[in-house]
């Protein structure tokens, strides 16, 4: 397995070695040694998520604050999303940048995101399932959001229609009204 540290470098891009064949194909999806030598954490997974969404849903930006702080492992196993990591710990230099990547079943690829970081996704195909796993369980109390569409953020969502959102995310904040990390 390869991986790549972003232009926010605590977010790494994965991308595994895929053995393929007549008989379809193996790879390894996650490593905790390769993954501890890429983030420099050691950090437990605790929950894994599985969602699927139609082409348009962007789901986003949310976050969990401390002590519920969670960090991501993503990836897509059908279709394509381009994932979105945003930097929200007041105290980092990249405060308020953000990065992404395309992510899809072809592609293989994964991407972490640290605590300290919002996250969202737009579906690019007709469908796309999406698998998470979860350094911190799902605590309603301390989720938050950051509007997909702040202007002081700017992400470039590489997608030209309307997106559909939840109503949660509809009421979304913008960065500047948010709580976020320290």
């Known amino acids: 397995m390869q991986f790549e540290k972003l ?8 991308t595994p070695k ?18 501890e030598q890429a983030t420099g954490t ?3 997974f605790v929950q ?8 348009g849903v962007l789901r986003g930006l949310h976050y969990q604050l401390p002590p519920h ?17 945003v930097d929200i710990r007041r105290s980092s230099p990249t405060f308020g940048r953000w990065v992404g990547a395309l992510l899809s079943a072809d592609n293989q690829q994964q991407l972490w995101i640290p605590p300290g970081f919002a996250h969202g996704f737009v579906t690019l ?14 605590a309603p109390g301390a989720e938050r959001a950051i ?16 997106p559909v959102l939840s109503g ?15």
């Open 7 to 14: 232009a926010i470098p605590e977010v790494v891009l994965f």
């Open 18 to 35: 895929v053995f393929g064949d007549e008989r379809g194909f193996f790879f390894e999806s996650f490593n905790q040694n390769v993954f």
């Open 42 to 44: 050691a950090l437990a």
């Open 48 to 55: 894994d998520n599985h969602s699927k969404s139609v082409r």
């Open 69 to 85: 702080a969670q960090g991501k492992l993503v990836r897509v196993v059908q279709g394509a999303v381009f994932d979105v990591a």
């Open 125 to 138: 195909s007709d469908t796309a399932e999406f698998l998470y796993k979860t350094t911190d369980f799902y």
């Open 147 to 162: 509007i997909w569409n702040d202007p002081t953020i700017g992400v470039d969502w590489g997608y030209d229609g309307t």
């Open 168 to 182: 949660k995310d509809q009421q979304a904040l913008p960065l500047a009204q948010a709580e976020v990390f320290g």
